[in-house]
């Protein structure tokens, strides 16, 4: 019979740690509370994306900004190796001088190499990164802007929330872990200035 004993102890002990740290993010989110010292203006918004073969969403994104509350931003559209429509659909869609789509055709494709060719093109004092089927509400801008109005405040990540949860029962169980993850646990981790990364993460442009 096999020792598997080595093996068994030392990862119940990481499984309670992690149990015990993520209990503990938990009682920090129902208490977590954040003050704001609004000592600056609201920053321009320099928002990323992009995209590869998404011609059917990519016109939405560009019709939620150009409703928003706040108007003090620019949208730049990283089109990467699409085999669809996705750039013309774009230039059809956009309308708006704030709006610039580029068409990249690199022989790297990729999410990251696309936003970095984007990157140097911005001219706002906060880069924000979206994914193209992203929705965000008409006030959206307005509320992230308040954060950046506090001088202390460098960097923000926005919550997410999906659409189709209902679906099927994969997006229910996702549209679970978007809620404990980003409702619970995330909110505790701010206690300690942790927790960003990914889509609708927002940070000031002098950092980067």
């Known amino acids: 019979m096999i020792d598997l004993s080595w093996y068994t102890i030392p990862s119940g002990i990481i499984i309670t740690l992690f149990g015990v740290m993520w209990y503990i993010l938990f009682l920090k989110s129902l208490f977590f509370k954040i003050k704001l010292k609004k000592d600056l203006l609201r920053p321009k918004f320099s928002i990323l994306t992009a995209c590869r073969n998404e011609e059917n969403v990519i016109a939405n994104l560009m019709n939620d900004l150009k ?3 706040y108007q003090n931003w620019e949208l730049l559209i990283c089109v990467n190796n699409t085999t669809d429509r996705t750039y013309e659909r774009a230039i059809e869609s956009a ?10 055709n690199p022989d790297e494709i990729g999410k990251a190499p696309a936003l970095n060719y ?5 001219r706002g004092d906060v880069i924000l990164e979206f994914d193209t089927d992203n929705r965000i509400k008409e006030n959206y801008l307005r509320k992230l802007g308040e954060y950046f109005m506090d001088s202390k405040v460098n960097a923000v990540q926005t919550t997410i929330k999906a659409l189709n949860n209902k679906k099927n029962f994969l997006t229910k169980m996702q549209d679970i ?3 404990v993850f980003c ?3 995330n909110k505790g981790r701010n206690k300690y200035g942790a927790g960003i990364g990914g889509t609708g993460f927002a940070i000031r442009t002098k950092l980067l």
């Open 67 to 69: 409703n928003q509350t």
């Open 183 to 185: 409702k619970l646990f």
């Open 177 to 179: 872990e978007f809620i």
């Open 118 to 122: 984007i990157l140097y093109k911005a």
């Open 95 to 104: 309308g708006d001088s704030r709006i610039k789509v580029f068409n990249h």
